[in-house]
């Protein structure tokens, strides 16, 4: 298959202020131990736009509902990018907590373009939690399901090494062999 190539990145939300959860941080919640973040979290008003990183296929898009028993994703995105003129460049966007999204499997997004807004606080819709944006960028592989938010030992299905600070990516990120 062949890879859109991603020239440029953007911020999902504008401003875009980590007053949530930062990267790398360990959570508990309920005194349950989820382990390290894998993105960061921003803390927005419900209906704010979220928009596409930068150019790319939708490799996953779905809802996970929560409950008040147990938070979940709501609607979650994935987007696959990869860098230009590189060998190895693949990485992927995910954005989670989303209220709907307008993307689907398969679909061809470009930078800027909304996909969705940020879902209603404790809506099944949102994964039933306060209202905000779960961003985080994966250089690691994908295999067809969603990919966590946390790490904790023994997690199998991710690493820690496969995540990156998210906005620092979007920052340092230029067309450039790697
Ligand atoms: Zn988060």
Known sequence: MAYLTTPKLAFPVDPYVV???PFGKRAEYNGATWGVHLGEDLVVPAGTD???????????????????E?????????????????????????????????KRIGEKVDCGEPLGFIGEANTPENGFWPAHLHFAISIGPFKDEVLPGYWKEGETRTQPEWWVVP???????EEKKN
């Open 19 to 21: 007053n949530g959860l």
């Open 50 to 68: 979220v928009r596409v990183i930068g150019r790319g296929t939708v490799v996953y898009a779905a809802l996970h509902p929560g409950t008040e």
């Open 70 to 102: 147990k938070g979940n994703w709501g609607h979650v995105v994935i987007i696959r990018h990869k860098r230009p003129r590189s060998r190895n460049g693949i990485f992927y966007s995910l954005y989670g907590h989303l209220g709907t999204t307008f």
């Open 167 to 173: 906005s620092e990516f979007i920052r340092g990120y």
